[in-house]
């Protein structure tokens, strides 16, 4: 369903929307960047095209977070499951790419077998309105991953903006629902420029990289030593990413904590006998394009990136792995 | 809505016994008794063990689930500890009485189905007879499903050779032979002398209608593999488990992957024809 909202209509409506919700939008912090914060002035929400610092990963997978706490009752131990945050919240402003980026991080923790309680339920009470990209960064690369500057997937809403006012594709029935008296349909000639504007966008990323099916075959390559040669193993990359998950599980005094972890930390696999089998940056780097290029592709018949291009914006030494995957020395057969 | 799966049960040690300098085995009884009561497991599945305030380590569950009643007092569960890194320093340090935290059971276990009707044979070094523990006593606890049982049971030195105890009981069972080896020769020892390689060399045991079951430390496992191929194991038959750090045990925190594969979900246990197509780092 499209409608046409102005923006000053969009921004009331939020403001209506505050009273039931947490509303979340991208702000622009002076020498900072580009952030994920809760807003109640709409006028502090950030509407220009350029992409946040932190995806919206943060705000369903924590950088920490309490997973239980125990304490002694009468000198007798209990173990004190911590109460899931039931607060429904709007995500405004999110990117196409990481919305997909939360549709890949659901693989694993509402995986079957085991489901995160805490991820879930951040997933359940969160709207996720979208923005759609009209200028690509020159490190995106969405589109070699199936995404696209103007992708729904995972998303409630997405947003078209166009001068003062705005088109908005409402995807989910709880969007709907939310938004039925809202903004106006669209003429037909409106409904026409509207996909032209649309097509536009998705054309408007031209860098494409050759993503293969599988790197089995160059796992021992010395490709990883020169790829990985300049890494200094700071994990930004596995911070900034939307789809990067691994975590540590930390004990403070009698609570539980879990907490982001990297596969390019030099102790993230050390075993308590010394021995560790991801010793050398080589094997670290590589782990880190496996589980995203094939590993998770061969368990759940995806890439686990979405070709956002924080990794490559924020490494401090200018690794590139979207040519690192378009280079790769593959054996052809 | 599902729940906490890192919120682990509390138990508390019933028994601890010192198997070796450096290996504990503790005895566990879960303090719900719904818990205590429901609690099931395969051999070769392993628990996340909690020292609160210290931290979590993954330990296998090393007696039987056929034996699990004939515990003090109710249900429980062992695990055998070597001193080694932070947790298991803690876990060391802690007294009859003392209340950890155990999540579990995790992992896939031995195939037992599969074992049915073969020889078995049992290849352990040091504190990888853990596991197999587990599943020799249930093998001997369910005698005739399964043909004949070697075991060969390795250890740097014979005050490093763990569950003493048991030995006479397996020596003494239908069909069953137990060879214990040193790496070095030692006074007063009268078994093998040798690494469990080149012991299997020596013993030559049937691949005929066999599956190997092998456990030990890495460099235990990489000399071993070869030997039994050399007798005529196929890489179906031979079954081994893999360690690896981990945290969550639960598929999730990105550690212990071998390949595609992590050994916390779709391990501990894997044959070696799986581990033949795999990428890994071990």
């Given at each position: 369903?499209l409608?046409?909202?102005t923006?000053?209509d ?10 039931g919700f ?13 952030f994920y914060?809760?807003?109640t ?6 509407w220009?095209?350029?992409?946040a ?7 369903f997978?924590s950088?920490?977070?309490?997973l239980?706490?125990?304490r ?11 109460p ?5 919240r ?9 919305a997909i980026g ?5 693989k ?6 085991y ?5 879930l ?22 589109t ?6 103007e992708?729904n997937?995972g ?6 903006l166009?001068?003062?006012?705005f088109?908005?594709?409402i995807?989910?029935?709880?969007a ?7 903004g ?6 409106e409904?026409?420029?509207?996909e032209?504007d ?16 599988s790197l ?5 390559s ?19 990413c ?8 930390v004990?403070e005094?009698?609570?539980?904590l879990?907490?982001?972890d990297?596969?390019a ?5 050390l ?11 080589k094997?670290r ?8 290029f094939?590993y ?13 291009g924080?990794?490559i ?6 690794i590139?792995i ?12 | 809505?599902?729940q906490n799966?890192?919120?682990p049960n509390?138990a508390?040690i019933?028994?601890i016994?010192?198997e070796t ?14 818990i205590?009561?429901?609690f099931?497991?395969?051999?070769g599945?392993f628990?996340e063990f ?8 993954p ?5 039987s689930?056929?034996r699990k ?6 249900a ?7 001193r080694?890194?932070?947790v ?20 896939n276990?031995f195939?037992?189905?599969d074992?049915k ?6 290849v352990a070094?040091?504190?990888?007879l ?5 599943l020799?006593n249930y093998c001997l ?5 399964f043909k ?8 740097r030195?014979?005050?490093d ?6 030995y006479?009981?397996?020596k003494?069972?239908?069909?069953t ?9 030692e006074?007063n ?7 469990v ?24 496992i ?6 039994l191929?050399?007798l005529g194991?196929?890489?179906e038959?031979?079954?081994t ?6 945290k969550c045990?639960?598929?999730k ?18 044959s070696?024809?799986?581990l033949?197509n ?5």
């Open positions: 369903m409608k046409i909202i923006k000053e969009l921004h009331k409506i939020l403001i209506s929307l505050l009273s947490e509303i979340i939008g991208p702000r622009e912090l002076s020498h900072k960047g580009i914060e809760p807003i002035d709409m006028k502090s929400l950030y220009g095209e350029g992409f610092t932190e995806p919206v990963k943060k705000f997978l950088p920490s977070e309490y239980f706490k125990g002694y009752d009468n000198g007798k131990e209990v173990l004190d499951d911590l899931l945050t039931r607060n429904k709007i995500i405004i402003g999110v990117r196409p790419c990481e939360l549709t890949l991080l659901d694993v923790f509402n995986a079957d077998e489901k995160d309680e805490f991820y339920n951040n997933r359940e009470r969160t709207i996720l309105v979208g923005l759609s990209c009209l200028k690509p960064d020159k490190s995106c690369f969405c070699s991953l199936g995404g696209s500057p992708s997937r998303l409630d809403v997405l947003i078209f166009g001068g003062n006012e088109i908005i594709e995807i989910t029935e709880t709907k629902e939310i938004l039925k008296n809202s106006r349909d669209l003429s037909q000639a409904t026409k420029a509207w032209l649309r097509k536009r966008r998705k054309e408007s990323l031209n860098y494409r990289i050759e993503v293969p099916e089995d075959k160059i796992f021992e010395e490709y990883w030593e020169d790829v990985s040669r300049s890494c200094i193993s700071c994990g930004v990359c596995t911070f900034l939307p789809t990067c998950h691994c975590f540590d599980l004990d005094k009698r609570k539980k879990r907490c982001y990297g596969c930390f030099c102790d993230f696999t075993e308590a006998s010394g021995v560790n089998p991801r010793l050398a940056k094997e780097y590589r782990q880190r394009v496996f589980h995203k094939d998770f592709k061969k368990n759940f018949k995806e890439n686990l990136c979405v070709g956002c924080r990794c914006r924020f490494c401090p030494v200018k590139n979207a040519e690192v995957v378009d280079k790769a020395p593959l054996v052809k057969s | 809505m599902s799966i890192y919120l509390l508390q019933i028994e016994k010192d300098p450096d290996i504990k085995t503790f005895k566990l009884k879960f303090k719900d008794q719904a205590a009561e429901s099931d497991y395969k051999p599945q628990v909690s020292v609160f305030g210290e931290g979590e380590a330990f296998c569950i090393s007696n689930p056929t009643s004939s515990l003090v007092s109710g429980g569960i062992e695990c055998s500890v070597k080694m890194g932070k298991s320093q803690a876990l060391h340090e802690l007294n009859i009485g003392d209340t950890v935290g155990i999540r579990g059971p995790y992992g276990g195939p037992i189905d074992l009707n073969k020889h078995l044979l049992f070094g040091g504190i990888g853990a596991p197999l523990r587990s020799i606890d369910n005698r005739d499903n004949d049982i070697t075991i060969v049971n390795g250890a030195t014979s005050k050779l763990v569950y003493q105890s048991e006479e009981a397996w003494g069972a239908k069909n032979q137990l060879h214990l080896t040193v790496d070095c020769n006074e020892w009268t078994c093998m002398v040798g690494v390689p080149k012991i299997l060399e020596q013993l030559k045991p049937t691949c005929q209608d066999s599956v190997a079951l092998v456990c030990g430390p890495p460099i235990m990489k000399y071993t593999l070869p030997v191929l050399k194991f196929c890489p038959a031979i079954i488990t893999l360690e690896m750090k981990m045990g639960l598929g925190c990105g550690r212990c992957n071998i390949g595609n594969l992590y050994i916390c979900k779709d391990g501990p246990v894997f070696y024809s799986q033949e795999l990428n890994y780092e071990l």
